[in-house]
């Protein structure tokens, strides 16, 4: 703290945890720190912030969680009720990006475990049952919190890492950029960044950052230090391998998209440094990864948005409303977003529409209806059919509905990329950061590079790994994974809006068609 104030910082945090305690067990108060700083010379403040961390709106990953668990454990007590077995008791939970089913006798055992390390002052084995990444993310946390440039050991090299935006900007490139310029200056190495993707390669447009610079950027949306879609191709590259040899780059990493990718397969075929792909897209649409920074933004910035327009809906009698949300051909914000928010009816490009769909999801909204529910919510990915557009889908719901609720359409747009990066996607890019320059030291100790050097960073359930570019399964055309978890929580969503029963059997609903008849 004192070399903070002395850099001229201005603001310092500590977090305490309520049962924070020292290697002997006595417990670190709030009051305690703020005399030690504040005999140190210096202004302190205390926050206890108490009952209101319980409160506030869920999240979207929060309702989609709760959503999950609770079909799970209705799923498994009805197969025990038909099975006319005992059910053990158990707990649902999340682990790897999947629900499962925990002993309950297990889960009690472990967290015992935890009470037991700490009497016990194992305080690494506690973390490591906390979780496979709680520990990673401790150190990491020291890490970025350093405000010193190390000084390169004598006889050492001084790593230059080149680092650029390629693709639209997505809420948490900022944290992710700032946590490699700090952890980068832990070890007295440094980054550049290019400005405005590729033109800023081919035009010598960077700037070398340090970690004072870029403290404060992680609560900052969009990119800061500007993104481009100008890509790495065919007839630019040859510049900038030239910019790169005359900035003595040791490896570059790209944040970005479906650009990036590309613009990866573009230096695979002329590899002369490490390269590294960190997934920052608001689509989720880049393979090798099961989320993508910005994700958890964009999808909680459409919860909020649907939220008040269902509180439209629901002040003004009867009224169903049309959404169009972004995504590219990448249904996954569509489809999260319709299970967060309750949506009817949800069109995604991976999932052919016709029209005996479109008017099977009318009646039984006009179903709801008549039973007394006020509002309807039908959520469309902006390319979802290349004929059933917005305006279709919006005057096919209200033919259908007249005399029975009133129909809207809505463009969220580009709000959908602004916003305050949330808390997953701030962590989620430091981790992807840290991860990429523990490999990057690893790496650039090779003499010779080949394209297998050219990768991806990726979290697969619990695990974050490397991916080389040449070795993803995408259709390159469409600029989307051929291999996408989301899509099982698609039918999730029509369960979720389907009528009470008594509905469904007297349903309006007349087209013979494989939706209806699968519901």
Known sequence: MKRASGAAKRIGLIVI???????????????????LLSDSGMDVRVTVLGHVQRGGQPTAFDRILGSRLGCEAARVMTEGVKSGTEIDPCIVSLKNN??????????????????????????????????????????????????????????????????????????????????????????GNVVTVFHEGADGMVEGDFVQLSPDECDLWSMRGG??????????????????????KELQLDCLVLFGGFEAVTSSLTLADHVTMPVYLIPATISNNVPGSDFSIGCDTALNTIVRAVDCIKQSAASTRKRVF???????????????????????????????????????????????????????????????????KNDFVTALYAEEGKNKFVTRSSVLGHIQQGYSPSPFDRALAASFACKVY????????????????VVVV??????????????????????????????????????????????????????????????
């Open 98 to 187: 999947k629900i499962i089913n925990l002993p309950l006798m297990e889960a009690i055992k472990r967290t015992q475990s935890v009470k037991e390390c700490f009497r016990n002052r194992d305080f690494q084995k506690a973390q490591e049952l906390r979780g496979t990444g709680f520990s990673k993310k401790v150190v990491m946390s020291r890490m970025l919190s350093v405000m010193d440039v190390r000084p390169v050991p004598e006889g050492g090299k001084r790593l230059h890492i080149g680092a650029a935006f390629i693709g639209a900007p997505a809420p948490g490139m900022n944290s992710g950029i700032r946590a490699l310029v700090k952890i980068a200056a832990y070890d």
């Open 438 to 453: 523990r490999d990057i030291v690893k790496r650039t100790t090779k003499q010779n590079f080949a394209p297998t050097d």
């Open 17 to 35: 945890a309520e049962g924070a305690a020292d290697r002997e067990g006595n417990p670190i108060q709030a009051e305690q720190v703020k005399k």
């Open 223 to 244: 990119c800061i230090a500007g993104a481009s879609r100008s890509t790495i191709n065919p007839s630019n590259v040859q510049a900038v391998l030239a910019r790169f």
């Open 458 to 519: 990726g979290i697969r359930g619990s695990a974050t790994n490397f991916t080389p570019v040449r070795e993803l399964l995408m259709d390159i055309p469409r600029r989307v994974p051929l291999d996408n978890w989301w899509l099982d929580l698609k039918p999730l969503v029509q369960t979720l809006a389907l009528p009470p029963s008594t509905a469904r059997a007297n349903s309006t609903c007349t087209a013979k068609c494989a939706h209806c008849n699968e519901n």
């Open 322 to 388: 049309v959404i169009d949300v972004m995504g590219g051909n990448c249904g996954y914000l569509a489809v999260l977003s319709g299970l967060a928010s309750g949506a009817d009816a949800v069109y995604i490009p991976e999932q052919h529409v016709n029209i005996d769909q479109l008017q099977c999801d009318a009646y039984r909204v006009m179903d709801k209806i008549v039973q007394g529910c006020q509002r309807g919510i039908i959520i469309r990915n902006e390319n979802s059919s290349p004929h059933y």
